[in-house]
C-alpha cells in the first residue's frame, strides 16, 4: 500500500496525471514548500526548506480528496478562479504552495466569509517555457484560533494527509517574467491582479532595479485616486491592467522591473528581466571576388556594428570552392579594441594582411560573426582569385601591340575619308 502511494504521489508531483484541460482542470500535482527555520550553536539562523507532494484541487467544501493520501489543499469560490488566467499544458505548469505571513498585521479581509483567525498561503503557477507566471493568494480559516508567532510557520499544523479548505482571493499574474528587446523599440511588460471584492483598498507600483538601485516608475492609490509616474494607463488599472509601457527601449532600460499590487494585508510582486539584444551588422572592405596578383599585398577588415551587449566573437575562415574539408580558422587575424557608442551599442574589427600565392587562387574566405542575439552567425565571404605579375618583356609587347592597333586604327580612318571624298567628287554633273 504504500509503494502504491508512493507511485501515486510521485505522479501527482511530476504532472503526468495532469494533462487536462485548464479551465476545466480538477486537480494539479503541486509540492508544498516548508521553510523551517532552525539556529546553530553559534546563534546564526538559517532556513531550511523542505519539499512535500501535495495535490491542488478545486471544487466546492465538503469534497472528498481525490488523493487522501497527500496534503490537498481544496479551493472554493468562483470570484478568482486561478485556471481563468493559466495558458498551455497542464503538463507544463510548475505548482509551488508555501505559508504566507502578514508581517504582523492582523486585520481581517475585506472579501466575503474571511473570519479574524484566517491565515494564509501562497500558490504560484509558473509555466516550464516562462509563458506566465501567476501567484494566488489562498485565505484558510483554521478549525481554532492561531496566536500570531515570531516564527509564522508553526501557526498551525499540516499533517501528511490533512485537506485544507482554501479561498482563492487575489491573483498577480505577468505573462512577460522574461523579455528581450532591440533597440528603439515600443514595449509593454504584462503585469495584472485581481481580487474578490469591489473597490479595495490598492497600490500598485512599478520599480527598476538596475547596478544596485532600485528607483520608481509608478505609483497608484486608491484611497487619493492619484499616481505619479507613467507608462501605466489609470483607466486599465480599475480592470486590473497594471501593464507598464515603454516607448522606445535604450540600453538604460535594462534591468529588473518589479511590479507589485498591495492590498491589505496581502503584498504580491512579479520581478521582470528585461534585457537589450541588438544584432551587429556585418560588413567587409572588399567585394565578393576579389583578384589579386601574386606578390600584392591587401589589408582586409571585417566589421562588426551597432550590437549589444558585449559579447561578439569574430572569426576568419578559409576553405576552397566545392566545401571538401572544414574550414581553416585563420590564425593570423588582430582584433581592434570595442569602440563604444553613443546609443549604447558597440563595434568591433577583425583584420588580417594578405598576401596571396597562386596557391592561394580558389579559395573563399569567410569572416563568421557569431552574438548571443543572433539564432545562426552572418557570414560574410569573398572568393580570392591570384594572377601572375606581368613582366617587362610582356609589357613591351603589350605596349607596341597596342600601339600598332592604334596605327591601324588611323590608316582606317584615313582610307574611309579619301574613298567618301573621291565618291562625291565622281557624283558631281559633268558641264558637258
Not at 100 to 110: F, L, V
Not at 222 to 244: I, Q
Request: aromatic content about 8%; glycine content about 8%; hydrophobic content about 35%.
Amino acid at each position: 500500500m504504500k509503494l502504491i502511494s508512493f507511485i501515486l504521489c510521485t505522479l501527482v508531483y511530476s504532472g503526468v496525471l495532469g494533462s487536462q484541460s485548464l479551465q476545466e482542470l480538477r486537480w494539479l500535482g503541486c509540492e508544498l514548500i516548508e521553510d523551517q527555520i532552525h539556529t546553530d550553536a553559534s546563534g546564526q539562523t538559517e532556513t531550511r526548506h523542505h519539499h512535500l507532494p501535495a495535490v491542488l484541487q478545486f471544487g466546492q467544501p465538503g469534497d472528498s480528496p481525490i488523493y487522501p493520501d497527500s496534503i490537498t489543499f481544496l479551493v472554493t469560490g468562483t470570484r478568482v478562479d486561478v485556471r481563468r488566467y493559466v495558458e498551455g499544458e497542464a503538463d507544463q505548469l510548475k505548482c509551488e504552495i508555501r505559508r504566507y505571513s502578514t508581517g504582523g498585521i492582523q486585520m481581517r479581509w475585506p472579501g466575503p466569509g474571511a473570519e479574524e483567525r484566517d491565515v494564509w498561503l501562497t500558490c504560484t503557477l509558473s509555466h516550464r517555457e516562462g509563458l506566465f507566471v501567476l501567484t494566488t493568494f489562498l485565505r484558510h480559516t483554521p478549525a481554532t484560533s492561531t496566536e500570531p508567532q515570531e516564527d509564522y510557520t508553526k501557526m498551525f499544523p499540516i499533517g501528511d494527509r490533512d485537506t485544507l479548505v482554501t479561498t482563492a482571493v487575489m491573483v498577480v499574474l505577468t505573462r512577460s517574467p522574461s523579455v528581450e528587446v532591440g533597440l528603439l523599440r515600443e514595449q509593454t511588460l504584462h503585469c495584472q491582479f485581481a481580487v474578490d471584492h469591489k473597490r479595495p483598498d490598492l497600490t500598485v507600483e512599478w520599480r527598476l532595479q538596475r547596478r544596485g538601485e532600485r528607483s520608481k516608475l509608478f505609483s497608484y492609490t486608491s484611497r487619493s485616486g492619484k499616481s505619479e509616474g507613467s507608462g501605466v494607463s489609470a483607466r486599465a488599472l480599475g480592470g486590473g491592467d497594471a501593464s507598464l509601457r515603454i516607448p522606445a527601449t535604450t540600453v538604460a532600460n535594462e534591468g529588473t522591473y518589479i511590479c507589485s499590487v498591495y492590498v491589505p494585508p496581502l503584498y504580491g510582486s512579479h520581478d521582470i528581466a528585461l534585457s537589450i539584444q541588438e544584432s551587429p551588422r556585418a560588413s567587409l572592405n572588399v567585394a565578393s571576388s576579389l583578384s589579386l596578383q601574386q606578390g600584392e599585398e591587401l589589408k582586409v577588415v571585417c566589421d562588426a556594428q551597432g550590437y549589444y551587449p558585449l559579447d561578439v566573437q569574430l572569426e576568419w575562415l578559409r576553405e576552397r570552392g566545392g566545401g571538401s574539408r572544414l574550414p581553416e580558422v585563420l590564425k593570423n587575424v588582430l582584433y581592434s579594441s570595442h569602440r563604444h557608442h553613443p546609443d549604447g551599442t558597440y563595434s568591433l574589427s577583425a583584420f588580417f594582411l594578405l598576401h596571396p600565392s597562386l596557391a592561394d587562387s580558389g579559395y573563399t574566405y569567410t569572416c563568421r560573426v557569431s552574438h548571443h542575439s543572433l539564432r545562426i552567425p552572418i557570414r560574410k565571404s569573398f572568393t580570392l582569385t591570384v594572377t601572375e605579375p606581368m613582366s617587362w618583356s610582356s609589357m613591351l609587347l603589350g605596349v607596341m601591340g597596342v600601339g600598332f592597333i592604334g596605327v591601324m586604327v588611323m590608316v582606317l580612318v584615313v582610307m574611309l575619308r579619301y574613298l567618301h571624298e573621291a565618291r562625291r567628287e565622281a557624283n558631281k554633273r559633268k558641264p558637258y
